[in-house]
């Protein structure tokens, strides 16, 4: 009984140092030598300064930016406290808030290029992190004429803009095209300083 205790303690103690701590480091050293950028979260700079991820999803309030995908995640893009708002679709508050959610759109909406008047799902409902980087194409499209409008620029650059952030599926079978918000909002701003 004895020998059968000391191998099972000696056991765990192997298999926690191994798989709790040799694999864990062994995995992200080697993500660091054959892909840093990713290893590192993807952090994306501007004029030295760190203006966020391409993981994770942040707001964008102002007129002349595209915005993303609402956030439940704590007080709203919070990476520690990632989540959704688990309300099913016949929950009387998630109903409320979509449709306060949708009016706000309407509100703001300036005429619409691609002739769509619906607000495209995923600019009034949260995803299931609450961190989403990415809006669909719909979503960016609907937003073009307003963001356009705002920054004073030809609605055709800002489309062409969006159309030049589009991400295709991954691995041409994976997801839906899509579109990262802050890498347009970057290229939208580089955009409006170059017709200064």
């Given at each position: 009984?004895?020998?059968?205790?000391?191998?099972?303690?000696l056991?765990?103690l192997?298999?926690?140092?191994?798989?709790?701590?040799?694999y864990?480091?062994?995995?992200?050293?080697?993500?660091?030598?054959?892909?840093?950028?990713?290893?590192?979260?993807e952090?994306i700079?501007?004029n030295?300064?760190?203006?966020?991820?391409?993981?994770?999803?942040?707001?964008f309030?102002?007129?002349g930016?595209?915005?993303?995908?609402?956030s439940?995640?704590?007080?709203?893009?919070?990476?520690?406290?990632?989540?959704?708002?688990?309300?099913?679709?016949?929950?009387?508050?998630?109903i409320?808030?979509?449709?306060?959610?949708?009016?706000?759109?309407?509100?703001?909406?300036?005429?619409?290029?691609?002739?769509?008047?619906?607000?495209?799902?995923?600019?009034?409902?949260?995803?299931?992190?609450?961190?989403?980087?990415?809006?669909?194409?719909?979503?960016a499209?609907?937003?073009v004429?307003?963001?356009?409008?705002?920054?004073?620029?030809?609605?055709?650059?800002?489309?062409?803009?969006?159309?030049?952030?589009?991400?295709?599926?991954q691995?041409?079978?994976?997801?839906?095209?899509?579109?990262?918000?802050?890498?347009?909002?970057?290229?939208l701003?580089?955009?409006?300083?170059?017709?200064?």
């Amino acid at each position: 009984m004895r020998k059968q205790f000391i191998t099972a303690c000696l056991y765990t103690l192997v298999t926690t140092v191994l798989l709790g701590l040799g694999y864990p480091l062994a995995v992200t050293v080697l993500a660091h030598f054959l892909m840093p950028a990713k290893a590192n979260g993807e952090l994306i700079a501007k004029n030295g300064v760190l203006v966020g991820s391409q993981l994770i999803g942040q707001p964008f309030t102002g007129p002349g930016y595209f915005n993303s995908r609402p956030s439940a995640a704590g007080t709203g893009y919070d990476a520690a406290n990632s989540s959704g708002s688990n309300l099913g679709p016949t929950n009387a508050t998630l109903i409320a808030r979509v449709e306060q959610s949708v009016q706000s759109w309407k509100a703001r909406e300036v005429e619409n290029p691609n002739g769509s008047t619906d607000v495209p799902v995923d600019l009034v409902t949260t995803s299931g992190s609450g961190l989403d980087p990415d809006i669909t194409v719909a979503a960016a499209e609907y937003q073009v004429a307003s963001v356009a409008q705002a920054r004073g620029l030809p609605t055709d650059q800002v489309k062409h803009l969006v159309q030049a952030h589009i991400e295709p599926r991954q691995f041409g079978i994976l997801g839906e095209p899509r579109v990262n918000v802050l890498e347009l909002n970057l290229a939208l701003d580089v955009l409006a300083a170059d017709r200064k």
